[in-house]
């Protein structure tokens, strides 16, 4: 309705109501995701605080949380995972900086579907007040893993959540509903509404990879969609869709699950990319190195990314036959995104790289990822992996993957863009104090896990002392060392709060419109922009990494300059 | 839905071409109906391969006949509905509008009817996975048609007022098509 958009232009004074309540603007949309997710990060970390206090002294009557039952143990696990990727990761990674970063990024005053936009965040806080609720029903939060596996999802009388899990499965369909409505909106504006002049090439990385991975998503979750209608049923009204014994097939759950599951992971680490490719060319004053080959890479990735579901099922029951095949797929895929690490690698290779909060964080996750992707090639090799299989070596290293992209990367965004959203910098001490803390308490909390995993601790296990070959003292040494690394990591973020609350108000005031010296639009946008976003709409005469060009005397060229 | 606020020109004015917005967040959206169909259809094969005994209830017949007399009339409705599109802004265009909703509505009441009969003979979701894979298959189909009824209903009401431009339009075809193309899919899938 071109009425509604010129209202929309005419900045008149909005209630609080209007602004933050219930807003049409993206970047508030973006921000409510952002902090929401934030907030829903902290309780995850909580429950991971939690269960591994029981798991290093089993017993204990835990600080916070009073003595940890094992059906509560199963609990926080399983809301822990749930939370981590579905409201922390996802709604941060992709909702968050999507919204925000989009329509700046690609010179538009706003998303194509507004409203839409606005309903995408109500349903997702709507899932998220559903998910809170289930742990407070009888018998408490959903207790069967966050894969859901039937028969255990399906029947009350082995999850002993009745509630919970009905509850949780309702939630998480509620989150898919709303992120389907916000990739709707990011991939029709990043065609439809670019500046003038903006080519498909001269779109920033971050932009292409957050609407890739909505791609993804778009195309996986209708399955996991069916199956949650499925397991609803089955829990509900009691049909047989996953129980054998009435000829229905539970491995036919992980199958939809997976189809999801596994190009979830990559939904959640594109953006990461996306968002480590800007922090690492502004901070080293380079070109993007091999700005086609990144892109190219990114599609081949999400296209393999449909083929690898089932090397998450190689010990479920499935044909040996099967299992190679995906085997096969699953190596491959490695060779994409070793690529884009290399060419990352590349970018930074000789630049003027200057360390700023932003930078460490975007080093950390290549490093990190790094170790990450390697240990993912055990685990995708059919033979090895039934060994590994529900081990922690298993956990270990999907943690080495999904730390690094929904938390290292994450803060990589925050400190970056910070001065944009809020319009005051976030402290630089408190950052670094902040990023040591995270880096070497990260690393504390899963490398030792590496090692119990490989003597052969199972994932699923709430008290290691009913165990004699897993209880001795050298692998319990390992687990509380994990323990107290979690406590540590924790204890540093809460640094990172207080940095962020307290910048929020009071931090170093951004007096200029682009502070790291960078090229993309959204620089040239006032700090933090107002409704609208740019006081002219901006054009665009070239691509977004056009640093330190020879013959300039300024290294950096912002898209929108036309000499 | 997508089609009432489709506009994304700037103070400048962006580019104009390409597909148009409504149009290009429909397909996004059919693509991801067509995963989700495509789920459901590959769980009634592998429900089907691996359950030994797949059929109805002994007493039950399904309406073979009577759903694919019903199946031509929603491809009628599909075909309305296409040719409303063809003639937009035209009186003809509207009756055709209106035709392509009493028979989406025809379809719904003939299905309704069958399930009524069907759950009468006892055939229920929770009878045997034949019927649990019936009914959701049908159902998730039925609700599809139901949402997309209440949608064209809405814009009719635009459409009489000359308030639904030609890109909404598209993207209500393209739904419609959608939901009108995957049931014979479903029907000989499920019925035969």
Not at chain 1, 448 to 459: E, K, N, Q, V, Y
Request: charged share 10%; glycine share 8%; proline share 5%.
């Amino acid at each position: 309705m071109a009425t509604n958009h010129a209202e929309h232009h005419d900045h008149h004074e909005m209630s609080f109501w209007e602004k933050y309540v219930f807003p049409l603007d993206h970047k508030i949309i973006g921000l409510q995701y952002l902090l929401t997710g934030i907030i829903m990060g902290f309780l995850g970390a909580y429950f991971s605080y939690v269960f591994r206090m029981q798991l290093a002294f089993p017993g204990i009557d835990v600080p916070l949380f009073g003595l940890v039952t094992s059906a509560q143990y199963n609990s926080l696990i399983t809301n822990h995972g749930t939370i981590m990727i579905f409201w922390f990761a996802m709604p941060i990674l992709v909702a968050g900086f999507g919204n925000y970063l989009i329509p700046l990024m690609i010179g538009a005053d706003d998303m194509v579907f507004p409203k839409i936009n606005r309903l995408s965040y109500q349903i997702f806080l709507l899932s998220v007040v559903v998910l809170l609720s289930s742990f407070f029903v009888h018998n408490g939060g959903f207790g069967g893993a966050w894969t859901a596996y039937p028969p255990l999802s399906a029947k009350a009388e082995y999850n002993l959540t009745p509630w919970g899990s009905i509850l949780w499965l309702i939630a998480v369909v509620l989150e898919f509903v709303a992120f389907l409505l916000g990739g709707i909106n990011f991939i029709t504006t990043l065609m439809n509404s670019r500046a003038k002049g903006m080519k498909m090439m001269d779109i920033p990385m971050v932009c292409w990879m957050i609407v890739l991975a909505s791609i993804l998503f778009m195309a996986s979750a209708g399955p996991l969609i069916a199956g949650a209608a499925m397991l609803l049923f089955d829990q509900t009204i009691g049909t047989g869709f996953f129980d054998p014994a009435r000829g229905g097939d539970p491995i036919l759950w992980q199958h939809l699950f997976w189809f999801f599951g596994h190009p979830e992971v990559y939904v959640v680490f594109l953006p990461a990319m996306g968002i480590v490719a800007e922090v690492i060319t502004t901070f080293s004053r380079k070109k993007l190195f091999a700005y086609k080959v990144v892109l190219f890479t990114t599609f081949a990735t999400g296209i393999l990314s449909f083929f690898v579901w089932a090397h998450h099922q190689f010990i479920a029951g499935i044909d040996p036959r099967l299992a190679n095949i995906f085997t096969v797929t699953t190596l491959l895929i490695s060779i994409p995104i070793a690529e884009m690490l290399f060419v990352y690698i590349a970018t930074l290779w000789g630049g003027a790289i200057e360390l700023t909060t932003a930078m460490l964080f975007a080093l950390g996750f290549l490093a990190t990822f790094l170790i990450g992707g390697v240990t993912g090639v055990f685990l995708g090799a059919s033979g090895a992996d039934i060994y590994f299989h529900d081990t922690y070596f298993v956990l270990a290293h999907f943690h080495y993957t999904f730390v690094p992209i929904a938390v290292i990367a994450v803060f990589a965004g925050l400190y970056y863009w910070f001065p944009k959203m809020f319009g005051r910098f976030m402290d630089e001490t408190l950052g670094k104090i902040h990023f040591w803390g995270t880096m070497v308490g990260f690393n504390g909390i899963f490398m030792p896990l590496f090692f119990t995993g490989a003597a052969g601790d199972h994932r699923r296990i709430f008290d290691f002392s009913n165990f004699p070959e897993l209880a001795v003292s050298s692998l319990q040494n390992l687990r509380i060392a994990a323990t107290v690394s979690v406590i540590i990591t924790a204890v540093f973020q809460f640094v990172f709060l207080f940095n962020f609350i307290y910048s929020m108000f009071r931090g170093r005031k951004c007096t200029v419109n682009n502070p790291w010296k960078a090229n993309t639009l959204e620089w040239f946008a006032t700090c933090p922009p107002p409704h609208g976003n740019f006081p002219v709409m901006p054009e665009v005469y070239r691509g977004p990494y056009e640093f330190s060009v020879p013959g300039r005397e300024l290294d950096y060229w912002p898209q929108n300059e036309k000499v | 839905m997508a089609t009432t606020q489709a506009t994304v020109s700037g103070p400048l004015g962006h580019s104009k071409k390409g597909i148009p917005s409504p149009v290009l967040g429909i397909l996004i959206f059919v693509v991801g109906e067509l995963m989700f169909f495509s789920a459901l259809v590959s769980t009634r094969i592998v429900i089907k391969a691996s359950a030994g005994i797949f059929a109805p209830p002994q007493n039950v017949k399904l309406p073979v006949l009577t759903t694919g007399f019903n199946t031509i009339v929603l491809l009628l409705s599909g075909i309305f509905m296409a040719a409303a599109g063809f003639k937009h802004g035209s009186e003809r265009s509207k009756s055709l509008f209106a035709m392509a909703i009493a028979t989406g509505v025809f379809f719904l009441g003939v299905q309704g009817y069958e399930w009524f009969n069907l759950l009468h003979y006892g055939m229920t979701m929770t009878s045997s996975v034949f019927g649990a894979t019936f009914y959701l298959l049908i159902g998730c189909h039925a609700l599809h048609v139901i949402l997309a009824v209440l949608t064209m209903l809405w814009f009719y009401r635009l459409y009489s007022k000359d308030k639904f431009g030609p890109d909404g339009m598209l993207a209500l075809q393209i739904y419609w098509s959608f939901v009108v193309l995957i049931w014979p899919v479903l029907y000989s899938l499920v019925y035969f």
